[in-house]
């Protein structure tokens, strides 16, 4: 009879334990110090800053216009982006022969979504994998290139994208009077997410964006949805925060910053959407068409971030003028590895 007791205490035992949350392994570590760190995007954010939590170095910065594409690395992925930075868009032809694309008549314009998803960019149909087929759609598409830091506008190209084979994406290109007529290559490039390609000087690939494991958050401008009081989206460039790929983010405003442990955020619903931090922890005060306006960080806004590495941080803004010079476009934060 005790023997039935006790296989029946198991079972119960075995039952109430699948109830609770799995336990997430985290490695014995220090906590870290609260640390502060300012952005340099500039005033007119000419800028876009690679920023790494676990060494709190800022990886790398380059000038938002200094590329157009961004082609995928990933060995089984096949996305070519657009600069969200620039504004740029994009328009698909009915025509497979370049030389007859002359205007952008009629054409309709897709921006790339901005939380990420490789479905919702201006470029999705270039290529379909089904099974072990592969069909390129070979139709020539225009390219809006955006604007400027001064909101000059950086031209239209018209392009078409002919193959990704062992690693290599090949295309032509050409302004629409058909000159400077380009046959390009751009070679996937292992250990980053993607590999970027201009079209100034003739045409240049460029491996701007980091190593896919040396970088966390990019400070950037992109091109994002925003909706009128009547339910209508409209494309609207904003200056915030993207998140490199598989970097989860969870967001917050009741919990005290300063009080925050690694226990409260473990089982919080994280979101991988790149977006997912964005730029609406700041808001704006006064009249922007008058000039007469300023930005103020919501500093009940909390942000606690999973790394690719599997490292949780909280982080929040604290201001987003230059301490020095009072110029905006330089975003300051404080964060912790919890």
Known sequence: MMMKNIFILGLLMIGLSSCFKEDIPIPPHDKGDVKQEI???????????YFNLYTGEQVSINQKNDFDLSFSCADTSYIIRLNTASFMKAAVTEFSDITQVSDTIGLHWKFDKSDG?????????WIKITGNDTVYLNRVYVINRGLDENGFTLGVKKIIFHSLKNGVYRFTWS????SEMTD?????????NYIQYSFNDGGRV???????????????????????????????IVTGVLTNPGTGVAFDTIMNFQDVTLDDVLFLEYSTDADKIGYDWKELFGDINGGDYYYKTKSNYNYFIRSRKGIFYKLRFTGFYDPDTGEKGYPAF???RL
Do not use: C, H, R
């Open 117 to 125: 998803n490789p479905d919702s960019t201006a470029f999705a149909d």
């Open 175 to 178: 302004n629409m009077d058909n």
């Open 39 to 49: 952005i340099p995007l500039t005033q007119y954010y000419v800028n876009q800053v």
């Open 184 to 192: 390009a290559f751009v070679e996937q490039n292992p250990g980053y």
């Open 334 to 336: 404080e964060y912790q």
């Open 206 to 236: 460029k491996q701007i964006e980091p190593e896919s494991d040396n970088w966390d958050l990019l400070f950037t401008q992109y091109s994002t949805l925003l909706f009128t009081d009547e339910g209508d989206a409209y494309p609207y």
